[in-house]
């Protein structure tokens, strides 16, 4: 004989049972479920058409509820969490392209005033102050 899944005693040739439908376990009918005598003989029926799921599938069952809310705010986070990287990517392109942009600008009036400066350093400025100054004479 099987072993009740509840006790884990030796299920007697008198002792009525029936496998759990959902983990297909044998279970004492008595005091395992809460079928009245009358259901207990229908459940020993060959073709029987009442159900019967053990405590543990049943409280499994019950959690299938919020299993499956949490698996939906899961997928929503999931979307959330999808969503923002393309148009983050898309966005710092453009970014980096201004920034490369106002580098090259920055380093062209850098260029420039180094010129300016080598200009007023070189010599032949002194010629022009020379010069300017000749004029002015
Ligand atoms: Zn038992
Ligand atoms: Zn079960």
Redesign the pocket.
Known sequence: MP???????D?EDN?I?FDCDSCKRP??AQ??SDFTSCEIKCTQLKKRVLRFVCNDCNSGLLQIPSIIQTIQELKTEIDLLKAPTPTKSSDSNPVSILQVNEIISEMNECELRKKNVMVFGLPENQNNIQAEKKYGA
């Open positions: 072993n009740c899944a509840k006790c884990k005693q299920i002792e049972y279970i004492h005091p395992y």
